[in-house]
């Protein structure tokens, strides 16, 4: 039976788990490749085809290629690594919980039957952990994971990034400062990256993810969507910067990697919503929902048909977007938090408040304190607000949104 090809190439062992939903990879450095491809025969599987499969499609074929593996082999930590892998990298591009929770499981397997030198699957579990929000697990995880191979850089840069999402910043800059970053490992790189960006350092920030993309550009073996991501990270930061050409830019550049990226086609919807343009909002927007549901973009397309002036298709997206966040993981999906603050009814402004209180008990980053800060601020809690708000702005990171936010709590504490 031979080897499948493509996707297992650059994925086994690998996920990613950037950012708020959302934004996170981990992928296998190619010196790595051959201890973890199993040995296998050369006669072929399948026979060509004069169409060459999509990357979907070939991912696929993984999957079904190490499905049966598994079956045949219980004690092959590889084997569920391998699987793990591929699992995780088709939910991030589908939404499928049933993928993550098979991923979880296989990744649990995986650690199970080998501890020692597989630290590579305690990443891949630590990502899924943190797709659900399970935010301690990944990082009792991580910790386990570093034990076992100390210093290595990505598991530093690992324990880092869910330091971020926890708010414990002191531990996730001693994490980011050990790091060994030698300009090389892309992805660790962009985690790094994220770290400069939360603590006000964003010109080191944009400097590291233009290398990453260079980097990442240079490799032939990458997935589309992988090479994508690094484009759409970059677009990310600079639309929080408020700087939309330059946004735009590194979307439309991401786009011509991967021309049916969710992620992109959504950052370009925000983009145009941020410059006025609302008919190219709702356009890219539905390009992008009609791939892949995401609550942030159907909000991104109510509030362009808002402003066009169609009350009911603004009033049809919002209840889509109320329906799709209620089934993400985590205590509130933020943007739709954000979104119910700014444009829902006093019922839904007192729900946010009770859900994001809740969601600070264990995560206190300074995006949690922001949408803590501004529902109090909509219940009508304006020192409270200003208090949280002071917390949200801790770290200097440069976004429009917390500065905006800032600005109204400061001109509200002032009046009162």
């Given at each position: 039976?031979?080897h499948?090809?493509?996707?297992?190439?650059?994925?086994?062992?690998?996920?990613?788990?950037?950012?708020?939903?959302?934004?996170?990879?981990?992928?296998?450095?190619?010196?790595?490749?051959?201890?973890?491809?199993?040995?296998?025969?050369?006669?072929?599987?399948?026979?060509?085809?004069?169409?060459?499969?999509?990357?979907?499609?070939?991912?696929?074929?993984?999957?079904?290629?190490?499905?049966?593996?598994?079956?045949?082999?219980?004690?092959?930590?590889?084997?569920?690594?391998?699987?793990?892998?591929?699992?995780?990298?088709?939910?991030?591009?589908?939404?499928?919980?049933?993928?993550?929770?098979?991923?979880?499981?296989?990744?649990?397997?995986?650690?199970?039957?080998?501890?020692?030198?597989?630290?590579?699957?305690?990443?891949?579990?630590?990502?899924?952990?943190?797709?659900?929000?399970?935010?301690?697990?990944?990082?009792?995880?991580?910790?386990?994971?570093?034990?076992?191979?100390?210093?290595?850089?990505?598991?530093?840069?690992?324990l880092?990034?869910?330091?971020?999402?926890?708010g414990?910043?002191?531990?996730?800059?001693?994490?980011?400062?050990?790091?060994?970053?030698?300009?090389?490992?892309f992805?660790i790189?962009?985690?790094?990256?994220?770290?400069?960006e939360?603590t006000?350092?964003?010109?080191?920030?944009?400097?590291?993810?233009?290398?990453?993309?260079?980097?990442?550009?240079?490799?032939?073996?990458?997935?589309?969507?992988?090479?994508?991501?690094?484009?759409?990270?970059?677009?990310?930061?600079?639309?929080?910067?408020?700087r939309?050409?330059?946004?735009?830019?590194?979307?439309?550049?991401?786009?011509?990697?991967?021309?049916?990226?969710?992620?992109?086609?959504?950052?370009?919807?925000?983009?145009?919503?941020?410059?006025?343009?609302w008919?190219?909002?709702?356009?890219?927007?539905e390009?992008?929902?009609?791939?892949?549901?995401?609550?942030?973009?159907?909000?991104?397309?109510?509030?362009?048909?808002?402003?066009?002036?169609?009350?009911?298709?603004?009033?049809?997206?919002?209840?889509?977007?109320?329906?799709?966040?209620?089934?993400?993981?985590?205590?509130?999906?933020?943007?739709?938090?954000?979104?119910?603050?700014?444009?829902?009814?006093?019922?839904?402004?007192?729900?946010?408040?009770?859900r994001?209180?809740?969601?600070?008990?264990?995560?206190?980053?300074?995006?949690?304190?922001?949408l803590?800060?501004?529902?109090?601020?909509?219940?009508?809690?304006?020192?409270?607000?200003?208090?949280?708000?002071?917390?949200?702005?801790?770290?200097?990171?440069?976004?429009?949104?917390?500065?905006?936010?800032?600005?109204?709590?400061?001109?509200?504490?002032?009046?009162?």
């Open positions: 039976m031979s499948p090809r493509g996707y297992l190439s650059s994925i086994v062992g690998a996920s990613v788990a950037f950012g708020a939903l959302v934004a996170v990879a981990l992928v296998m450095k190619s010196r790595e490749l051959p201890t973890l491809a199993p040995t296998l025969s050369r006669e072929p599987l399948v026979t060509f085809s004069a169409t060459p499969l999509s990357e979907a499609a070939i991912r696929d074929r993984d999957i079904t290629f190490y499905i049966q593996r598994v079956k045949e082999d219980s004690t092959s930590a590889i084997d569920r690594l391998a699987l793990a892998g591929l699992l995780y990298a088709r939910a991030r591009i589908t939404g499928s919980t049933s993928d993550l929770e098979q991923s979880e499981m296989l990744a649990r397997e995986s650690v199970g039957i080998r501890e020692a030198r597989n630290g590579q699957a305690y990443e891949v579990l630590a990502s899924t952990l943190m797709a659900r929000h399970a935010f301690r697990e990944a990082h009792a995880v991580a910790v386990t994971a570093d034990s076992l191979e100390p210093d290595t850089p990505s598991h530093l840069a690992l880092g990034e869910i330091e971020l999402e926890l414990d910043y002191d531990a996730a800059a001693a994490h980011f400062r050990a790091v060994h970053y030698d300009g090389t490992q992805t790189g962009a985690r790094v990256a994220r770290w400069y939360v006000g350092h964003v010109d080191i920030a944009r400097e590291m993810l233009r290398r990453a993309i260079v980097s990442a550009d240079r490799r032939d073996d990458l997935p589309r969507e992988q090479a994508a991501w690094f484009h759409y990270r970059l677009g990310e930061l600079e639309l929080r910067m408020g939309v050409a330059a946004a735009e830019s590194s979307f439309v550049h991401g786009l011509r990697k991967n021309p049916e990226d969710v992620r992109i086609l959504g950052g370009l919807a925000r983009a145009a919503l941020a410059r006025g343009d008919r190219h909002a709702a356009d890219f927007g390009q992008a929902i009609s791939i892949q549901l995401d609550p942030a973009t159907l909000g991104t397309i109510s509030r362009a048909y808002a402003a066009l002036g169609d009350t009911a298709q603004a009033a049809r997206y919002a209840d889509a977007m109320s329906r799709s966040a209620l089934t993400q993981p985590g205590a509130i999906h933020r943007a739709w938090g954000q979104f119910l603050l700014d444009h829902g009814t006093p019922s839904d402004r007192a729900d946010v408040l009770r994001a209180r809740r969601e600070l008990r264990d995560r206190h980053d300074v995006y949690g304190h922001d803590l800060a501004w529902a109090l601020y909509r219940n009508g809690y304006v020192e409270e607000a200003a208090a949280e708000m002071k917390l949200a702005l801790s770290q200097h990171t440069e976004d429009t949104m917390l500065a905006e936010h800032g600005r109204i709590l400061a001109a509200a504490v002032a009046t009162q």
